[in-house]
C-alpha cells in the first residue's frame, strides 16, 4: 500500500508513522528539536534509543500484513559464530572472545525482494526519515546502501531461531519491528563494551561467561523504532519461542554512498551474490577501520 499526501506540503509519511508525537518532517520545529536533544541523550547515554509506537496502532495491521507477505522469501542460514562473525584463531586461548562460537539461525529477505510499494520501503527512502536519522547520530547527512541485498532487509525468527552476541558491520543500525514472538526474542546489549581504539576482548570474556551486570535488556514491541550503535556495542536476541515468528525490519545507512557489504557476508546471510558483489570478490576490498567483523 502506497501512501499519498492528503494536503499540500503534507508528508508522505502522513498516517504511517505517528508525526503528530514525532515530528520527524518537521525537525526545524520546537518539537523536531526537541525529539532530536531526547534522541542523542539516550544515545550519548548507552548507545540506544527506542521509540515506541512509532507506528500508528491503524498503519501497524498492515505493517505486520507487509512483513508477513514478504516474510517466506526469507533465507534461513543456520552457523556458528563468534561475536566477530569470523574464523577462530589457534593461537589464543580457547576461552578468549575470537574462539567463542554459538549456534547463529536467522532468517533474512533481502531488499531485492522488496519492492517501491510497500511501506517500509517507502519509509526507507524517505527524505524526512533520513534527515531525522542523520540529524540523530549526529551526521550531515546519510546515504542508503548501494548494495541491493542488504540495506533494506526483513529479519524473520522462527521457533528456535536466535542471534548470538555479536556486533553490526554498520556503525549504526535502524530497526522497526512489526511482530513479536509468543516467547524469548529479547533484544539484549553490552553499551559502548569496545571502541574505535580497542576491542576490549576481556569485557566480551566476560558477558560470554555470564556476568551481564553491564547489559541491558529490551522487549521490543511492534511498531517500536530502534536506533542503536551496534558496531561497538555487543548485542543478541535470545532464541524465539513459540509458533508466531519475530519480524523486524532493517533500515540500513552509511555515512558515504555507495556502501556495498562483503560478498562472504552477503552470501552466508541471504544465500546468493548480487553481480556488484561477484565484482568486489574479483577485485578485494577492505574496510576503513581495524576492529574485528
Known amino acids: 500500500m502506497q501512501a499519498s499526501k492528503t494536503k499540500e506540503g503534507e508528508s508522505p509519511l ?3 508513522l505517528d508525526l503528530e508525537r514525532y515530528p520527524i518532517d518537521k525537525l526545524d520545529s520546537d518539537e523536531g528539536q526537541a525529539l532530536v536533544r531526547h534522541c542523542r541523550k539516550q544515545l550519548e547515554d548507552d548507545g540506544c534509543v527506542v521509540l515506541d509506537q512509532f507506528v500508528p496502532t491503524e498503519a501497524l495491521a ?3 500484513a507487509e512483513t508477513e507477505r514478504l516474510s517466506p ?6 552457523t556458528e559464530t563468534n561475536p566477530y562473525n569470523g574464523d577462530p584463531d589457534p593461537s589464543l586461548p580457547t576461552n578468549h572472545p575470537k574462539n567463542r562460537f554459538a549456534d547463529r539461525t536467522n532468517g533474512f529477505v533481502a531488499g531485492d525482494r522488496i519492492n517501491s510499494e510497500t511501506i517500509i520501503r517507502q519509509v526507507y527512502e524517505s527524505s524526512d526519515f533520513q534527515r531525522f536519522i542523520a540529524a540523530v547520530v ?4 546519510i546515504h542508503e546502501y548501494a548494495d541491493p541485498l542488504a540495506g533494506l532487509v526483513v529479519n524473520v525468527l522462527r ?3 536466535q542471534h548470538p552476541w555479536h556486533y553490526d558491520t554498520n556503525e549504526f543500525i535502524v530497526t522497526m519491528m512489526t511482530r513479536q514472538s509468543e516467547g524469548g526474542g ?3 546489549y553490552a553499551p559502548g563494551i569496545r571502541s574505535p581504539e580497542g576491542e576490549n576482548f576481556s569485557g566480551v570474556e566476560k558477558v560470554l561467561d555470564g ?3 553491564q ?3 529490551i522487549d521490543l514491541q511492534p511498531g517500536d523504532l530502534q536506533i542503536f550503535f551496534g558496531r561497538y556495542s555487543l548485542h543478541r536476541v535470545t532464541p524465539v519461542s513459540g509458533a508466531r515468528e519475530r519480524h523486524t525490519v532493517i533500515f540500513a545507512y552509511a555515512k558515504e554512498p555507495g556502501f556495498i557489504g562483503r560478498p562472504e557476508r552477503a552470501k552466508r546471510i541471504f544465500g546468493r551474490m548480487a553481480p556488484i558483489h561477484e565484482k568486489l570478490l574479483a577485485e578485494g576490498m577492505s574496510r576503513s577501520d581495524r576492529l574485528e567483523d
Request: net charge negative; with cysteine; aromatic share 8%.
Open 159 to 161: 521457533e528456535g531461531c
Open 138 to 141: 549526529e551526521l550531515e547527512e
Open 215 to 217: 547489559v541491558r535488556k
Open 73 to 78: 522469501d526469507a533465507h534461513y542460514n543456520q
Open 211 to 213: 556476568d551481564h551486570s
Open 14 to 16: 502522513t498516517g504511517l
Open 186 to 188: 529479547r533484544f539484549e
Open 62 to 64: 498492515r505493517l505486520e
